[in-house]
């Protein structure tokens, strides 16, 4: 099913958060924070990517962003990097993904570094929020989340 959002933005920002559309300009800053993650990146995305794999290099990083960037522009998908509110760093990243499963019109998934994992929650309700009233995207599914891996397999299957 593919996304259809209602408006398209390629920034946010909030008291605690900028959002800045995936690109390859942030290559360097967003791996360093990716292999430093990584541990947690693959236990969070386990069983719907591989990724990051161990030796993942700077090259590697900056084709998946030239990657998220041709799916932002093409409106397959939406990747965003995550920075602190004064954008001195980058924190994490947020994906806006189509659903495959019928109720849900996206798919959200985020992570922020280690460090500031008691912000995921804020992160979480301030994405929601963006969706709804600015995307137009009602019935968002945090994938991982509020809904466990397995069972979004089995909805996936039913769908």
């Given at each position: 099913?593919?996304?259809?959002a209602k408006a398209?933005?390629?920034?946010?920002?909030?008291?605690?958060?900028?959002?800045?559309?995936?690109?390859?300009?942030?290559?360097?800053?967003?791996?360093?924070?990716?292999?430093?993650?990584?541990v947690r990146l693959r236990q969070l995305f386990a069983g719907q990517t591989e990724w990051p794999k161990p030796n993942m290099t700077v090259a590697d990083n900056?084709?998946?962003?030239?990657?998220?960037?041709r799916e932002f522009n093409?409106?397959?998908?939406?990747?965003?990097?995550?920075?602190?509110?004064?954008?001195k760093k980058c924190i994490g990243s947020v994906y806006i993904d189509a659903s495959n499963?019928?109720?849900?019109?996206?798919?959200?998934h985020y992570w922020l570094d280690q460090s500031l994992i008691e912000l995921e929650s804020v992160l979480e309700q301030s994405m929601l929020v963006w969706?709804?009233?600015?995307?137009?995207?009602?019935t968002p599914a945090l994938v991982g989340r509020e809904i466990p891996l397995e069972q979004w397999q089995d909805m996936k299957k039913a769908s």
């Amino acid at each position: 099913m593919p996304l259809r959002a209602k408006a398209i933005f390629q920034y946010y920002q909030d008291a605690n958060f900028t959002l800045h559309v995936m690109h390859p300009k942030f290559s360097e800053i967003d791996h360093e924070l990716v292999m430093r993650n990584q541990v947690r990146l693959r236990q969070l995305f386990a069983g719907q990517t591989e990724w990051p794999k161990p030796n993942m290099t700077v090259a590697d990083n900056t084709a998946a962003m030239e990657h998220h960037l041709r799916e932002f522009n093409e409106n397959i998908a939406y990747s965003f990097c995550v920075f602190d509110s004064e954008e001195k760093k980058c924190i994490g990243s947020v994906y806006i993904d189509a659903s495959n499963v019928d109720g849900y019109d996206c798919e959200l998934h985020y992570w922020l570094d280690q460090s500031l994992i008691e912000l995921e929650s804020v992160l979480e309700q301030s994405m929601l929020v963006w969706l709804k009233e600015k995307w137009g995207f009602e019935t968002p599914a945090l994938v991982g989340r509020e809904i466990p891996l397995e069972q979004w397999q089995d909805m996936k299957k039913a769908s």
